[in-house]
C-alpha cells in the first residue's frame, strides 16, 4: 500500500487549502484513514479521520469547525478541506491507511504517506 499527499502551500490566516491523499496498492480495504501533523520541533499530532464508508469522522478539537475530512473510494482518494487556517495549523501533514486500533494513535497505522507542508503566515 503506497499513499501520496498533495496538495500543500502558502496561505495567509484565515484563508483556505485543500489536500488530498491518493491511495495505491492494496486498496479494497483502507479502512479508517487519517490525518496527522506536525508542526516545527513538535510531535506528530492526530487531525481527523474517517470510516471508510465515510459515516464517522473525528476532529481534534482545535480543527473541529474549520476542518472537513472526505473520501472518495471509486477514486482512493481521501481529502482535508481547511478553512480560516490560523498560523499554528503550520505543519506537516501526513496521510495514514489501514488503521488497527485507536484512530487518532499514530501506532494504529501501519501506512503513511511522504506529507505535504502547509504554511498559515500571519
Known amino acids: 500500500v503506497q499513499l501520496q499527499a498533495s496538495g500543500g502551500g502558502l496561505v495567509q490566516t484565515g484563508g483556505s487549502l485543500s489536500i488530498s491523499c491518493v491511495v495505491s496498492?492494496?486498496?479494497?480495504?483502507?479502512?479508517?484513514m487519517g490525518w496527522f501533523r506536525q508542526p516545527p520541533g513538535k510531535e506528530r499530532e492526530f487531525v481527523a479521520a474517517?470510516?471508510?464508508?465515510?459515516?464517522?469522522?473525528y476532529y481534534a478539537d482545535s480543527v473541529k469547525g474549520r476542518f472537513t475530512i472526505s473520501r472518495d473510494n471509486a477514486k482512493n482518494t481521501m481529502y482535508l478541506q481547511m478553512n480560516n487556517l490560523k498560523p499554528e495549523d503550520t505543519a506537516v501533514y501526513y496521510c495514514?491507511?489501514?488503521?488497527?486500533?485507536?484512530?487518532?494513535?499514530?501506532?494504529?497505522?501501519?501506512?503513511w504517506g511522504q506529507g505535504t507542508q502547509v504554511t498559515v503566515s500571519s
Open positions: 474517517i470510516t471508510w464508508n465515510a459515516a464517522g469522522t
Open positions: 495514514a491507511a489501514h488503521n488497527r486500533g485507536s484512530y487518532f494513535v499514530t501506532n494504529s497505522y501501519p501506512y
Open positions: 496498492g492494496r486498496t479494497s480495504s483502507s479502512g479508517v
